[in-house]
């Protein structure tokens, strides 16, 4: 069909009008907003199934905790999220763990809205990111950041980024940490390295999946328990609380599929570890596996640290032990001098029965350390005494 000239002549008009070139008074176009070239978008997934209406942030004072410097995202379909990060925060990434905080709410796509909040983490690579990197943060991630947390401890509360990028030495003994944390999560859960930080639901890898879920029941009951041991001790330098499957400190292989509470506690000069079998519902205290209690303090230089340990890691069937170690140590002109008392019981019940008392009657094994470290290598020696009779031949 033809078009007149004059016909033609009007519809140019109404679409030179319609786009803002016809005159004056058009409405204004809203711009279209820039792509920062000083950013950098980093993106990655929320994985147990994939969550979404998950918060997502760096968390550059490594304390578990949203603040309002932290650059943060919520996870969409699929899990996805993406920050846009200035070239700062993209190397703090590097550096610092990234945390999801589920809410009651959140979606996952699997099992539907979840009804009890929990928090999963991924470490930090120390290495450096781009906008091709993907950051999974799944429960297999957590567990890998819960065996670094065991590792630092009360450690963790003195790290940031800053600190951690200005301290080569820091790098070096977190990157040891790491390594040393995943070659543990891969031997306690049978799963490849690789797998650890992959889109299991993407590749199909329904073990470790089976796995994750598991995992998340854990989380779970972490997150509450944790919160409680905080306020019930609000000054202390570090309080955690971790629920997971299987533990070899409990005679090795033999309890595949038995659940443990792990509770860890520095409180001024005191460290509390416990250790202890729960019932599959997480709700109910088994049997106590461990426990350590430790005091530190120092005087004129020397170095006082006071340990007492209750434990029984053979099976149900096993007796428990109480053990005490008295340890001195100071160091002169670059010579670190260190004293060690041992003892141990057999006859007790419970830990309140484990009481080690004066280490001048009890001590069974002693061992005096001198480490030199004037020099470039170190070097030390380990002396052994033994008792006869009552008394030890020196040192006594």
């Not at 803002?20 to 920062?36: E, F, H, L, R």
Request: net charge negative; charged share 20%.
């Amino acid at each position: 069909m033809k078009i007149s000239l004059l016909a033609s002549f009007l519809m140019t008009l109404l679409l030179l009008s319609g786009c803002g070139g016809g005159g004056s008074s058009s409405a204004p176009v809203d711009p279209v907003d820039p792509v920062d070239p000083d950013t950098t978008t980093l993106g990655g997934k929320v994985i147990d199934g994939y969550v979404s209406g998950a918060t997502v942030f760096l968390d550059l004072n490594f304390n578990g905790l949203q603040e309002s410097n932290e650059p943060s995202a919520i996870s969409v379909e699929e899990g996805q999220f993406s920050f846009d990060l200035s070239a700062s925060d993209l190397e703090c990434a590097s550096y610092v763990p990234t945390v999801v905080d589920v809410p009651v709410g959140a979606v996952d796509a699997d099992l539907g809205v979840v009804e009890q909040a929990y928090q999963m983490i991924l470490p930090p690579r120390f290495e450096p990111l781009n906008s091709d990197n993907l950051l999974n943060v799944s429960p297999l991630t957590s567990a890998v950041w819960e065996a670094v947390e065991s590792q630092l401890a009360g450690q963790i509360g003195e790290l940031s980024c800053t600190s951690v990028i200005a301290n080569e030495h820091i790098k070096e003994q977190l990157v040891v940490v790491l390594a040393s944390s995943i070659a543990d999560v891969v031997q306690h859960y049978n799963i490849p390295e690789a797998q650890l930080f992959e889109d299991f639901v993407a590749s199909g890898n329904t073990a470790v999946q089976a796995s994750a879920v598991k995992i998340v029941k854990g989380l779970k009951k972490s997150l509450v328990a944790t919160a409680e041991l905080q306020s019930e001790f609000p000054s202390a330098t570090w309080a955690k609380v971790n629920y997971y499957f299987f533990s070899r400190l409990d005679a090795g292989d033999l309890y595949p599929d038995a659940w443990y509470r792990d509770m860890e506690l520095y409180n001024g000069d005191f460290i509390i570890k416990q250790l202890t079998k729960v019932s599959d519902d997480l709700a109910t205290e088994i049997r106590p596996i461990l426990f350590e209690e430790t005091a530190v303090s120092t005087i004129d230089g020397v170095s006082l640290r006071l340990e007492r340990g209750f434990e029984s890691r053979n099976g149900d069937d096993s007796d428990y032990s109480c053990n005490g170690k008295e340890e001195l140590s100071t160091t002169l002109s670059d010579v670190e001098y260190q004293l060690v008392n041992i003892t141990s019981r057999t006859d007790i019940e419970s830990v309140e029965d484990c009481q080690i008392g004066d280490f001048a009657e009890s001590t069974e094994s002693r061992y005096v350390f001198i480490r030199d470290m004037s020099e470039t290598s170190e070097y030390g020696a380990q002396f052994t005494f033994q008792k006869e009779g009552t008394r030890f031949s020196s040192l006594t």
